[in-house]
């Protein structure tokens, strides 16, 4: 009896499932399919020859752990940037690297259990932001929401990037990630911008190839690397410099100690090629305050600080004539302009203050229908927003700044509050309230609705803060 049951075991062993059988010429058929298929739409010159690389880089990314995939998207993000997109390869390398991780953060984020057991009220203001955006959008022109054009423009001006990265920071599977990984990705790619930065302003050569941009004819020309703009590339170096600030005065670990002191030696020549009043005012003021919470460190700096002055009032002369100074520094007109093109905006403010003009209609309503009047109207007319705030509250008004900045502000100032209690290190919560504190200083000279990546490294640090509000201790 045993035999015949045993004979019975090794028949049905035996005996291959249909499954299998089919299995590998099925296998043999898609891929045949999908060689063929790709091969057309090359032949074609068609977009979705990207589908079978894109496929292949999902799945690639699918055994990639969650908070290496973030680190990593933090360290590459900021070469391929609004530079990028102008260039075959770089559209590629921005949509594989920059966009794509997101999507797959999110998928991985929805099948955390975080968000459902530590979600608060104020978390759902960020999708209620994006949300409102396609509203007013709808409002304005609702053919707008048939092209795909406009989903990529939101993409690449940060409201498709930042919100998402609020939450995947806030309540994605990143248990495992660890300070020292952030701020090093901060610091090592900050590090290699700013040397990119100072070739190109010797060199007059970026990545990317765009031109470097000039105020006037007689203005220096001021840097833009991978990131297009002046003043947001100032941002991100600002960004670089309190970091690197917070981890020397605060006691981070050896390694990032010294890769702060290179990210410092880098970043600072760097942002003043820059030529950015509000990238350097922001830099200079927040550094001034990380310096001055550290009781060890404030008497060097003063001696410092004294030090620079007496440089400065010796040298008075000489800088006072430089051309530097006199087209951006003592440039007062361009300092009274942006006053005039603020006084337009809050007009227009006040004439629609809960829901505003419309996505995207700040300039045609500005030019149709603000009433300013002075020497400074070819300013106001001539130029767009040079402040983020003031854009978003021109077009979607009040309610688009409490969807977005309440979470900001409820965020930070409870971080404060609790700052002793934090499960991160001091050294890291001080670098992710720089940042935020940098960004959105700088934001208010100017407009970064074209942007995408420094306003979802803000978004992002604001999440890793809310993260700490509930999560257990975070591995060093």
């Given amino acids: 009896m045993h035999a015949d049951t045993g004979l019975r075991a090794a028949r ?50 699918s055994t990639v752990r969650t908070d290496l995939l973030f680190v990593g998207w933090l360290a590459v993000s900021p070469f391929i940037q609004e530079n990028a ?5 770089g ?22 259990n975080s968000l459902a057991r530590h979600i608060r009220w104020y978390d759902v203001l960020p999708a209620g932001y994006v949300c409102l955006t396609i509203l007013s959008q709808a409002l304005v022109d609702s053919l707008q929401l048939r092209q795909p054009g406009f989903y ?54 970026n990545l990317w190839g765009m031109e470097q941009l000039r105020d006037g ?30 981890v020397l005065g605060w006691g981070g670990p050896p390694l990032l100690r010294r890769l702060s002191v290179v990210t410092l030696v880098l970043a600072f020549p760097a942002l003043f090629f820059t030529f950015t009043r509000g990238g350097i005012l922001a830099t200079v003021a927040v550094t001034a305050a990380l310096v001055a919470m550290r009781p060890r460190v404030r008497v060097v700096a003063a001696v410092l600080a004294i030090f620079a002055i007496f440089m400065a009032w010796f040298s008075w002369g000489d800088i006072s004539s430089s051309s530097v100074y006199q087209q951006r520094a003592a440039n007062t007109y361009n300092v009274r ?120 490294l803000a978004w992002s640090a604001v999440g890793l803060l809310r993260r700490g509000l509930w999560s257990e201790a975070s591995p060093a």
């Fill in 217 to 246: 004819v007689d203005d220096p020309l001021r840097i833009v690397v991978t990131l297009s703009n002046p003043a947001v590339l100032g941002a991100f170096y600002g960004a670089g410099i309190v970091t690197a600030t917070a």
């Fill in 152 to 205: 990529t423009g939101l993409l690449h001006a940060g409201i498709f990037i930042g919100p998402p990265m609020y939450y995947i920071c806030a309540f994605g599977p990143l248990q495992r990630l660890s300070p020292r990984h952030v701020c090093a990705a901060v610091l090592t790619s900050c590090s290699l911008v700013a040397a990119l930065g100072i070739f190109e302003h010797f060199t007059h050569w």
């Fill in 91 to 112: 559209w590629v390398l921005t949509n594989v690297f920059y966009v794509l991780p997101v999507g797959v953060l999110l998928i991985r984020m929805t099948r955390s």
């Fill in 337 to 456: 302009g942006r006053q005039a093109q603020n006084e337009a905006g809050l007009q227009l403010a006040a004439e629609r203050p809960l829901l505003g003009w419309g996505y995207g209609q700040y300039d045609e309503a500005k030019n149709r229908t603000a009433s300013y009047r002075g020497p400074l109207s070819a300013s106001v007319y001539g130029y767009t927003s040079h402040n983020t705030f003031l854009t978003i509250l021109v077009e979607i008004g009040i309610a688009g700044l409490v969807l977005a900045f309440l979470p900001w502000l409820i965020v930070v100032w409870s971080t404060i509050r609790r700052f002793s209690s934090m499960p991160y290190p001091s050294w890291y919560v001080l670098s992710l309230l720089a940042i935020i504190a940098v960004v959105v200083l700088t934001a208010q000279t100017t407009d970064m609705r074209f942007f995408s990546f420094v306003p979802a």
């Fill in 12 to 61: 049905e062993l035996s005996r291959t499932s249909p499954s299998v059988v089919l299995g590998g010429p099925l296998l043999v058929v898609a891929v045949i399919a999908l060689s063929l298929f790709t091969g057309w739409n090359v032949a074609r010159g068609s977009v979705l020859l990207w589908v079978p690389l894109a496929l292949v880089v999902l799945a690639l990314y």
């Fill in 85 to 89: 997109r102008e260039t075959a390869i």
